[in-house]
C-alpha cells in the first residue's frame, strides 16, 4: 500500500490499496459515476433505499447519486490555496464535541432537494486541515455496523487511525 498526494500541496492523501492501479478516493468517484455499479449497488440494496430514503425508483437513486457525487467531488477537490477541509470533514462520532488528531472523519454529500445525501467520504484526520482519505461509501442505514460495506469502511478506518498512532 502506499499514499497518492491528491491535491499536490500536502493536505488531502488517498490510499492506494495493493494491487489497486487508483488512490481510493478516485476510484470510489469512479463507482458513484458509473450506472452499472450503480444500478447493481441499489438493486442488491433497495429495501434500504425505500426502508430509510422512501426510494422505489432505481433511476432515480443512480441520478441523485451521480449528481450529488459531483458536486462532493468539486467540494473535496477544491484546489484553491484557502480551501479549507476542515468545513467539509466533520467527525464521524456525531456526539464528539473535542478536536482530536488521528480521528475518524466523514465528508458528507450536499444533496438537499429530496433527500439526505447517502454519500460519505471516510478519512482520519492527521493533522488541522491535512486529511488521509481511506475509503467512501453509499450509506443507507443509520449504523455503519449494519451492512457489510459500511463495516469494512469503518474497519479501513480503525486500522489507519491505529496505525498512525
Excluded at 6 to 12: A, Q, S, V
Excluded at 158 to 163: Q, R, S
Aim: with cysteine; proline share 1%.
Amino acid at each position: 500500500m502506499r499514499f497518492e498526494d491528491i491535491l499536490h500541496n500536502g493536505r488531502l492523501w488517498a490510499v492506494v490499496y495493493d494491487g489497486d492501479a487508483q488512490d481510493i478516493l478516485t476510484k470510489t468517484f469512479a463507482n458513484w459515476l458509473d450506472t452499472g455499479f450503480l444500478e447493481d449497488f441499489f438493486s442488491r440494496n433497495i429495501k434500504d433505499l425505500k426502508t430509510y430514503f422512501h426510494i422505489t425508483n432505481l433511476d432515480q437513486a443512480i441520478y441523485d447519486t451521480i449528481a450529488d457525487a459531483a458536486s462532493l467531488s468539486c467540494l473535496i477537490l477544491d484546489i484553491r490555496p484557502d480551501a479549507n477541509l476542515d468545513s467539509l470533514f466533520r467527525p464521524l462520532e456525531n456526539q464528539r464535541i473535542r478536536e482530536m488528531l488521528l480521528s475518524r472523519e466523514k465528508a458528507k454529500g450536499t444533496r438537499s432537494t429530496t433527500h439526505k445525501s447517502w454519500l460519505r467520504i471516510y478519512a482520519i484526520k492527521l493533522e488541522i486541515g491535512t486529511y488521509l482519505v481511506t475509503g467512501g461509501a453509499i450509506k443507507l442505514t443509520h449504523f455503519m455496523a449494519e451492512r457489510e460495506h459500511t463495516l469494512n469502511e469503518l474497519k479501513r478506518m480503525k486500522h489507519y487511525e491505529y496505525e498512525c498512532d
